[in-house]
């Protein structure tokens, strides 16, 4: 089992910015990538950005040139820069790692949340 602790949400204006983290814990083998997905309110979870452990990036369009994915490998931890917050980036933002083990097979793993609010 891999765990996932996130943190760094909250409240920020139009415009302002907010930095989330996650780190993974537990049997990891090889996590690969990690990523950040959001939910809005009736909408369905969505990617936002994803990074594998070479480095490589893909963000969603809403977001590219406002948020900025990051990894430290040796501590298995994933960073979402978010600059330029719009009211439409509200969101639960989630987590999500993949452990590959020994053999191949992958497993899928989420963190609990957290919420991110842009308002005045």
């Known amino acids: 089992q891999v765990q996932l602790v996130e943190s760094g949400g909250g409240l920020v204006q139009p415009g302002g910015s907010l930095r989330l983290s996650c780190a993974a814990s537990?049997?990891?083998?090889?996590?690969?990538?990690m990523g950040w997905y959001r939910q809005a309110p009736g909408k369905e979870r969505e990617l936002v950005a994803r990074?594998?452990?070479?480095?490589?990036?893909n963000y969603a369009d809403s977001v590219k040139g406002r948020f900025t994915i990051s990894r430290d490998n040796a501590k298995n931890t994933v960073y979402l820069q978010m600059n330029s917050l719009k009211p439409e980036d509200t969101a639960v933002y989630y987590c999500?790692?993949?452990?590959?083990?020994?053999?191949?097979?992958?497993?899928?793993?989420w963190g609990q949340g957290t919420l991110v609010t842009v308002s005045e």
């Open positions: 990074i594998t452990s070479g480095g490589l990036t």
């Open positions: 537990g049997s990891i083998f090889s996590i690969d990538p």
């Open positions: 999500n790692a993949q452990n590959q083990i020994p053999g191949g097979r992958r497993f899928q793993y």
